[in-house]
């Protein structure tokens, strides 16, 4: 079942590797679905035919798609004929006489949907990085096909009995096909396959019910911004901003009727941008407020029975498949497993992060002291003062410090050049590879041996029609059953220099390439019979681990010295700017992390809770207040990053039980850069076991299994505190 296929096509926003913690978490998904009427299908399948480029299997090298023959009007047909065939497929695998076996049910659902996986993968990523108002209206037109798709599959009874059968008769089979017949399997109890026709009944309207509940709360938290705008009058209010901020303000106060007056709009996380700047502590006070207290009563839109209303929904539904909350349902295909091994991950880190933010806190309270302020500090000061600690301590020009990262070096003498130190593998240019922009770079990966891996695609720079952010994909994804290798994409926004000028890198952006290549090497590494374990198809709190790995050769000394020359003098980057890049980089880091973990503390206290439990929840704000004291991480001035009235990931988006991710990954990066540090560091020896036991496996193995092979234990939080420089609290 091309599950991550299907998905790659309805939105870019669900492409195999999602990097960071995105503000918009709403699945293209939903919003399509929620956007779409019912279109009539007048037979555009019956248009498929030899003359459109996903008939048949591209025939350049390593099944590349060819874009001197594909247009945007091969896409629908190709998809309406991918789903017919799939589904023609699934019926012929359910409907077989033979009993069943694990090669006529599982290894058949494995080839099955090659005409969809092939169109979905090339719609989804040119959708993503080179898509138009037509590629976004088509997505929202496949949405509720593709959902149907997917439900003939998963409700089909005939085809769950074959592959409960298979299950059943499990001890027959090892390694990656037993992991597969499980993962299958689990696929179908989870979705209910198992439950009496009342409990599908139920399950049903519950999913329909938290649909319409997800959907309330996102709209809502569009009417709380206008509800809760601070509208400002005397432009005098608005000191510390510059004229052009000022300028926006006046023109969204514009946009809103008020000529004459400033709107300051609230962004979805408790903490707002402009506090830092603004001079004026009561029109912060107010600003700050207007966010934080959002849907918690203090307007109209009130989203507090919605949170209750889902943790109670939630807790049913997993009640019903057998488990005890939402979390131990969700969790159970995670690394984690169960929601207590992701709250102890979190509450180990609880001491070291709260003793930092003190710290933090006294140097904050210091210069508050120093200008004969008489007051302690509240949320809203804390981003405006630690900017004027940061101007006094970590002053550093990030101009200079582009000089010495130009694009073309940093690709091929940093990450190139790191990626050939570890794991011996080189990166070819093929020119005669067509591509969907002009400026794509495509390469050849040749192993060690000199033998080819696949293709890479660096699609780095920013277009109109490209989503936000940095991200990983694939048109092609490995497999040893159907004789595929890797065809790999990373997705940056690197803004070009004009021509014949050099592209300057910020730190952040050398960081992020080299975090993408990690991904890419999950894909193109990847060494599995079966195509849906491959690579990147891994829960989602491992899935960030390879690439966060990655990220920190970017200050690897060997690295460095090959990369960081001055893009005109040639010049080594001095160590004392290195150091300022250093100390920048976790400057404020105790306070960022607290309100990370208060959020993803908090995401927990509601999933783990009964339905009985739910169902008590009072108030809210008091439920969340408990939640914050019971984990230790109440802190006045560090609220949680997002508080629970207006918590996208978790109640208008696919994070619920799953904020803790990112910091779980990075766990793992920490411990397992540590590791490779203290053994020798950059080394073809290094490369090879983490590739043996990490990056070659894919979802073939329980993941916590791959990396103790690596690691030889289960990680701490120590390297992960190390990373973020919060090991040495500043104060006890
Ligand atoms: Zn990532």
Known sequence: MRKSIIAVAIGAALTVAACGDKEAAQTATEQAAEQTQQTTEQGAAAEFNQSNPFYAESSLPFQA??????????????????IEEHAKEIEAIAANSEPATFENTIVAMEKSGQLLGRVAAVFGNVAGSAGNDEFRALQVKMAPKFAAHSDNINLNADLFARVKTVYENR?????????????????????????????????????????????????????????????????????????????????????????????????????????????????????????????????????RPLVKKLAELRAEKAELLGYENWGA??????????????????????????????????????????????????????????????????AMDSNEVKQYFEFNRVVEDGVFYAMNQLFGISFEKRDDIPTYADDIVVYEVKDVDGESLGLFYGDWFTRDGKRGGAWMSSFVSQSHLMDTKPVILNNMNITKAADGEPTLLSFDEVSTMFHEMGHALHGMFSDVMYPSLAGTSVSRDYVEFPSTFQEDWTLNPKVLANMAKHHETGEQIPQELL???????????????????????????????TKEAAASIEDVNQFEEGALVRNGVDVDAVPPRYRSNFFAHVFAGGYSAGYYAYMWSEVLAADAFKYVQENGGLTLENGQAFRDAILSKGNSKDPMQQYIDFRGQKPTVDALLERRGLTAPKID
């Open 329 to 394: 349902y969700v969790l159970e295909r995670s690394m984690a497993s169960a929601p207590e091994a992701a709250q102890s991950m979190l509450r180990d880190l609880v001491p070291a992060v709260v003793s930092n933010v003190k710290g933090e806190m006294v140097a904050i309270q210091d210069v508050i002291n120093a200008e004969g302020g008489e007051f302690e500090v509240e949320p809203w000061d804390w981003a405006f003062y630690a900017e004027k600690v940061r101007a006094e301590k970590y």
């Open 171 to 303: 001890d027959q089979l090892e390694g990656e096909a037993l992991r597969l017949v499980e993962d299958t399997y689990k696929g179908f109890v989870r979705a209910g396959a198992e439950l009496s026709d009342d409990q599908q009944a139920r399950i049903r309207e519950i999913n329909s019910e938290m649909s319409s509940v997800t959907t309330e709360f996102r709209n809502n938290l569009m009417n709380l911004v206008d509800e809760n705008m601070v509208v400002v009058e005397d432009k005098a209010e608005l000191a510390g901003l510059t004229e052009s901020q000022i300028a926006r303000l006046a023109s969204t106060a514009e946009s809103k009727d008020m000529p004459g007056k400033y709107v300051i709009t609230v962004t979805n996380t408790t903490r707002q941008p402009i506090l830092s700047s603004l001079e004026n502590r009561e029109l912060r006070e107010k600003v700050w407020k207007a966010s934080a207290l959002r849907g918690s009563g203090n307007t109209a839109t009130d989203n």
């Open 579 to 609: 150091d300022k890049v250093m100390a920048a980089k976790n400057f404020n880091m105790g306070y960022d992390t607290l309100e990370y973990i208060a959020a993803a503390l908090l995401d927990l206290e509601y999933h783990t809770l």
């Open 65 to 82: 798609p060819d874009f001197t023959k594909i247009e945007f009007a091969h896409y629908e047909p190709a998809l309406l004929a991918g």
